[in-house]
């Protein structure tokens, strides 16, 4: 499945900025690739936004980076998620089938 425009936008733009950052510390992508523990095609393809790569690979990227590891914070910020009281919240949602 091919993802949306917007995800695809959206991390052109996270690699752009991974890309920038790299070039502001004055690294080339082989050491960078190396400190991440990634391959350098790897790094080459985050760098361009690929929607393949693992987000396990792009969390260490940012952390050879020095930019820590932000995909913790994402939903922390959810409203929606805030305003639900914990205790209510299901402990797993299953998707019904429909009966015949």
Known sequence: MRPSIAVEESLATLGHNIKMA???????????????GVGLSTLAKIERGDTGVAI???????QALGLGTPFA???????LAQALDPAILPKRVRLKTPRL
């Not at 914070?73 to 409203?79: K, L, N, R, T, V």
Request: aromatic residues 0%; charged residues 30%.
């Open 22 to 36: 790299r070039l502001k510390r004055r690294l080339p992508q082989a050491v960078l690739a190396e400190r991440s």
């Open 56 to 62: 396990g690979t792009v969390a260490s990227v940012l």
């Open 73 to 79: 914070e994402i939903g922390a910020s959810d409203p």
